[in-house]
């Protein structure tokens, strides 16, 4: 990131600087950025990084037949930097650069590439070198040593990997296991002796998930591990991930095939906000964007605010009295406000919030009615409705459902990610019926986001799913499926990725569907059949992705947000940087993430700050009488285990 090694001109090899008019592809009032690059071998994938050091605004371009070129860049002091892509087996030395570049001019920096050669890599979108438990400072905690090996020494072959593989690693990354230092969200774990891994296996399926009991199934199906097995894998734990055991990272053994054309025209903006530490002192991540009427991208920002940018100009605006930016956001195109979850209503131009109390948590979408709604991981689906501003509930009856992401087709029907089901759940609310479709054999097995296209086919990828192993035992990760709802018809393709984690699927205006594992946006093409593959900027996993009416894909790093220094930031991938004519973002009129278009009626009410009560469930008898058919968990089920079971 910002910290790559900055050296002066002459040892960039040759620097020329040049101002010229720019290309009639550009918008008046930017400025473009080319040069060229030598000493590079087949194999090898430079990009060039410039980072606005005025407006935390940075740009990435692929380096393709020695030649690269930015465009749109905000004029302003520059680090211009050029660096291998994420995820390659052939390196260099880092090198970089310090420009100013001013509106409408056209500056020139050609690169040599010095120390290429084979560099050793790890899958994953979680950036190790970075090893702050909380935020970056400058003093960081020293990294703690790592070797990266092959899948097998750390995974010993046998039984007890075999049941790991459909189990434990069904949901989690392969590094978690391996990297035994403790690190917040997901980075690393505590560490664990026989009698802690004991206890978590044990939890698993003895405990509800997210702690909820009243008709709620176990964490993890204990049919996919009985008690023999059990005692197999909690062995298997002990012995290879064992408490002193070091830390350790997954090889990478393979770089997916790339379209090194396609990959020439594209480029990707990152918009950064960081926050006051004296206000935040653990550095939370961001999680979803949205568009709003004036062309500006919201982004929610957990465990700290929600954040405006106009990507015209850079500048960025902090909401931070809301308790947290959540997981989800969905800007109000009938009056320029905006709702983040837990159901949060913030009016940008007072500044006052109105929060509902026992409502949200996770996805939230507007349907054609410009009615909200929004999903529990508890196991409830909840509306919004615009008309008599009151919420509505329903309790999920589909085993261990925990609704994660959402959406709404163009029959305004909602769905919902499973989660551990292998499968999505449809809500009409119309008939207030559930339906539940399987799209993959595999269980368990993750789901994270959907997407909707043209046709109301539904999109969904697996996040993991190990199980898909090459006969060179490289594991190919999850995939990309479409479901059918009318006839139940499920169409699966692998990413090409090595131990891809696929959180998302999402449809552009020509109907290509976007993917985001570890590390990369893919987008397939319907049409061909065919995956393109374009490396993110930074290593990181995505969430959520949104896309506009030109096709430009706006996404948020995790991983890079939370470890790498990124803090906060959105991040949009331009497919051709050619055919931009604004930097604005806008919904797709009439497109799958943008219902409300349809809707001409009243504005949502007042933002007052007042707190607002969202009340019981409709089906509460419905529910209890298929807990019961069910067999399900009653008031008096244990959510809770000791460390001696």
Sequence with gaps: MKTVMTLLSAAIGVLALAIAPVNADQISGYAQLTGNVTGSEPGVLPVVYAYNTDKDVAYTVYVVDGKYRAVNLIPGSYDVTIRAAVDQLEGFTPETVTLQIAADAKVTADFVLKNVGPVPNYVNGLPYEACT??????????????????YEEIY??????????????????????????????????????????????????KRTGWGLALGRASHFDAELLPPEDRELLIDYLAENFAADAPSRLVQLRSEPELDLQALKKAMWVEYIYHEDPEK?????????????N????????????????????????????????????AADHTDGTVWYSPLNHLDPETGLIDRWQGAGGGSIKFDSKANLWMVGMGGSVMEWERKTNSIKTWK??????????????FTDKVWFADFFTSGVTRFD???????????????????????????????????GSPNRRQPDGRNMGGSLFRLNPETGDVMQRNLGIENSNPYNAEADPDDNIWVNPDNYLVKYDQKADTMTRYPAPTRTDFVKTRITRDGAVWTVYRNAGHYAG????AA?????????????????????????????????????????VSYGSRNDKEFEEWAMENDLPGPDFETGITDTE
């Design 156 to 205: 010993p072959p046998g039984p007890g990997r075999d049941i790991m593989e459909r189990t434990c690693l069904a949901c989690h990354h392969v590094q978690l296991f391996a990297f035994n230092t403790p690190r917040t969200y997901g980075g690393g774990r505590a560490k664990k002796d026989r009698a802690a891994w004991e206890y978590n296996v044990g939890r698993k399926v």
């Design 566 to 569: 990124y803090g906060g930031s």
């Design 294 to 329: 004036d062309g500006n991208v919201w982004l929610a920002y957990n465990n700290c605010c929600v954040v405006r940018f106009d990507p015209r100009t850079g500048e960025s605006t902090a909401f931070d009295e809301g308790g947290g930016g959540g997981y989800g956001i």
């Design 280 to 292: 935040f002192p653990v550095w939370p991540w961001p999680h979803r964007v949205d568009f709003d």
């Design 396 to 409: 999920v009856p589909v085993v261990r459902s925990w609704p994660y992401g959402m959406i709404v087709d």
């Design 429 to 463: 609310p119309e008939t207030e019926e559930f339906k539940h479709f399987n799209l993959t054999k595999e269980r368990p097995s993750s789901i994270r986001r959907l997407g909707v296209d043209s046709r109301n086919m539904i999109w969904a990828a697996t996040y």
């Design 572 to 612: 949009v991938l331009y497919p051709d940087k050619d055919k931009i004519t604004t930097l604005a973002a806008y919904h797709p009129e009439n497109g799958a993430g943008h219902h409300a278009s349809k809707y001409k009626g009243r504005p949502s009410p007042r933002v007052t700050g007042d707190v607002k």
């Design 133 to 150: 438990a909380n935020r970056p400072t400058a003093a960081d905690v020293p990294c703690e040593p790592y070797k990266i090996l092959p």
